[in-house]
């Protein structure tokens, strides 16, 4: 079976294809329509995460985006956030937030039962242990 040759993409297609999974399509459906596997994917969106337009640049196989230097650190802006990034950290930020509640609900709902069950106990406890009158 022969070998298909490797394809290179440019850093173009790259980023269109992570703006496509920022605006909530799924992987799986971009891998497909692109012809890719998922594992691409996955990898540019790392990349990207890690460095920016500069890690999805191609180089030679087994190289690694070199580490910059001091100066050029400092002129080099952190990657953007990516869109789908942040509506998933709010999504997770409210259901925190309703569990944080629902919680706070339960607490209350238990203090005041047991505000009530150790009300009937103290009750108790005072009552005459026993319902015949005395004969004194």
Excluded: C
Excluded at 10 to 35: C, I, M, N, Y
Excluded at 87 to 112: P, V
């Amino acid at each position: 079976m022969p070998q298909q040759p490797k394809r290179v993409f440019s850093v173009a297609f790259k980023e269109a294809a992570l703006r496509r999974l920022d605006a909530g399509e799924s992987l799986a459906a971009v891998a497909r329509e692109l012809q890719i596997v998922r594992k691409l994917l996955y990898d540019w969106r790392a990349a990207y995460r890690a460095h920016g337009a500069a890690g999805l640049e191609n180089r030679r196989p087994g190289r690694k985006p070199g580490r910059l230097k001091v100066r050029d650190a400092m002129a080099v802006k952190p990657p953007p956030e990516l869109p789908g990034d942040l509506a998933q950290a709010h999504a997770r930020i409210a259901e925190l937030e309703r569990k944080i509640g629902r919680q706070q609900m339960e607490l209350d709902f238990f203090r005041r039962a047991l505000h009530l069950v150790s009300g009937t106990a103290a009750q108790a406890a005072t009552a005459p242990t026993s319902t015949r009158p005395s004969r004194k």
